[in-house]
């Protein structure tokens, strides 16, 4: 069965450091999705992704945030600089067209990022 | 903005017992709305949908939920809890039916089930 991968699956790193969080979605899928989950809050939208660029994103994806799809295969996040405030579960996802709202959002196993 | 409230966030059942998961929406339009459920070091999965229709929806390992618009609920209930329930779930919406409209989800319910 297709499945959402991500890799590594728990990242540390030190404060200012770049990093940059893999995500292989399903191969179908045209429309991508970034989240997180700062333990025991809410998963949180981060920014949504289609036909090569941003469609949406929330008031946390700032300046230090961007996404690519460097190869169609690959979606990446990164992070230029990290705060301590980053760390979190960050989530992929993956949809394909359909009709209209019924498309399944398929998640990833995420990546814990821990920032020291 | 809409928002998710997941009443909750431990709940313990025995094995054999009801599980009923609370969640509580607020939107300005009629909502999409969604459970998942993650296990230990995997993926968010797709429990159940309620997009139009029917309101009370079934979904995997003998879930279902039941859309109440004048109480703006969709709670998860299974009849009979299992032991390989035990996991997280998450309520969640979209407003929209644009093909890549982000779901705004509650803060989780970690459901642990008792011998």
């Known amino acids: 069965e297709p499945e959402v991968t991500q890799t590594p699956s728990h990242q540390v790193t030190q404060m200012g450091q770049e990093v940059i969080l893999r995500c292989v979605p399903i191969?179908?899928?045209?429309?991508f999705y970034w989240y997180r989950q700062i333990l025991g809050q809410k998963v949180e939208f981060l920014v949504s992704?289609?036909?090569?660029?941003?469609?949406?994103k929330s008031e946390i994806f700032d300046d230090q945030f961007s996404v690519e799809r460097p190869d169609g295969s690959n979606f990446t996040l990164k992070i230029r600089s990290t705060k301590l405030e980053d760390s979190a579960m960050y989530f992929c996802?993956?949809?394909?067209?359909?009709?209209?709202?019924?498309?399944?959002?398929?998640f990833g196993p995420g990546t814990r990022l821990t920032v020291l | 903005a809409q928002s998710v409230t997941q009443l909750g966030s431990h709940v313990s059942v025995s094995e054999g017992a009801l599980v009923l998961l609370r969640c509580n929406y607020s939107?300005?339009?009629?909502?999409?709305l969604f459970w998942y459920v993650q296990y230990p070091n995997q993926g968010l999965q797709l429990l159940l949908k309620?997009?139009?229709?029917?309101?009370l929806v079934k979904g995997i390992n003998g879930f279902e939920a039941e859309f109440k618009k004048s109480e703006t609920s969709f709670h998860l209930t299974k009849p009979s809890a299992h032991m390989s329930d035990a996991a997280e779930y998450f309520c969640?919406?979209?407003?929209?039916?644009?093909?890549?409209?982000?779901?705004?989800f509650g803060t989780g319910t970690r459901l642990t089930i008792i011998p």
């Open positions: 996802a993956s949809s394909a067209p359909g009709l209209a709202g019924y498309n399944e959002q398929f």
């Open positions: 191969s179908n899928h045209l429309y």
């Open positions: 992704f289609y036909n090569n660029e941003i469609s949406e």
């Open positions: 939107s300005s339009v009629p909502p999409y």
């Open positions: 309620y997009t139009t229709g029917a309101t």
């Open positions: 969640a919406l979209k407003i929209s039916n644009f093909g890549n409209e982000k779901l705004t």
